[in-house]
């Protein structure tokens, strides 16, 4: 059982579109996952326009993929460093806790994680 960064079991991402490195709506990781898709983040038109200027154009859809195309409100399991990135350039979209895979943590501060969570109570 994967868990979050709360050591819980992961909540699903989203299944509308597809998210996770294994398609499976989850953040789920594993050693074959070199990118480390593990941060469930909510999408904004800033981050996806930041993502498409760093080369990861996650906007225009690619059916070869079943890729529908992200847009603002949609969420999906970021790479852990891209994520850092948008943060470190001040781009950083929010993010869900319950849905970030706990290997988040050997990037990312829980502290600075926990400035962008939607979901603490």
Request: include cysteine.
């Amino acid at each position: 059982m994967q868990k979050n960064v709360f050591d819980e079991i992961i909540d699903e991402c989203c299944s509308n579109p597809i998210t996770g490195f294994y398609r499976d709506g989850f953040c789920n990781t594993d050693d074959r996952d070199v990118g480390i898709h593990t941060v469930c983040a909510y999408m904004t038109e800033e981050f996806l326009e930041f993502s498409s200027q760093k080369g990861n154009d996650l906007s225009t859809p690619r059916p070869e993929f079943s890729f529908p195309g992200l847009k603002e409100g949609d969420s999906w399991c970021l790479c852990a460093e891209r994520w850092k990135e948008a943060y470190q350039f001040g781009k950083a979209p929010r993010i869900y806790l319950r849905k970030t895979h706990k290997k988040t943590l050997e990037i990312i501060n829980i502290e600075i994680l926990k400035e962008f969570a939607l979901d603490l109570d």
